[in-house]
């Protein structure tokens, strides 16, 4: 069974940024993509960055520019940076993991970026 933890949600400043962090439970990167999907209240899932096995990015265009994932092998974490945070992305935060029809999730994490 493989398990996704996230953290380092919170309340930020319209402005600010945080990073939010997720690790796995083994080493699952060299054949799953691992993605961060986001839910606001009464709107669906949606994603917002993901990271190929191979490395590959890609990301929403509401957060391209100033949201980047990554990740680090030796931790088992991928990380999403989040940077100019705006109102609109407060939300729960997943972490996904993929491959084929198999998918692993995370509990979430909130954010709430607000004055």
């Known amino acids: 069974q493989v398990q996704l933890v996230e953290s380092g949600g919170g309340l930020v400043q319209p402005g600010g940024s945080l990073t939010l962090s997720c690790e796995t439970s083994?080493?699952?990167?060299?054949?799953?993509?691992m993605s961060w999907y986001r839910q606001a209240p009464g709107k669906e899932r949606e994603l917002v960055a993901a990271?190929?096995?191979?490395?590959?990015?890609n990301y929403a265009d509401s957060v391209k520019g100033r949201f980047t994932i990554s990740r680090d092998n030796a931790k088992n974490t991928v990380y999403l940076q989040m940077n100019s945070l705006k109102s609109e992305d407060t939300a729960v935060y997943y972490c996904?993991?993929?491959?084929?029809?198999?998918?692993?999730w995370g509990q979430g994490t909130q954010v709430t970026v607000s004055s």
């Open positions: 996904n993991a993929q491959r084929f029809l198999i998918n692993y």
């Open positions: 083994r080493n699952l990167f060299s054949i799953y993509t």
């Open positions: 990271i190929t096995s191979g490395g590959s990015t």
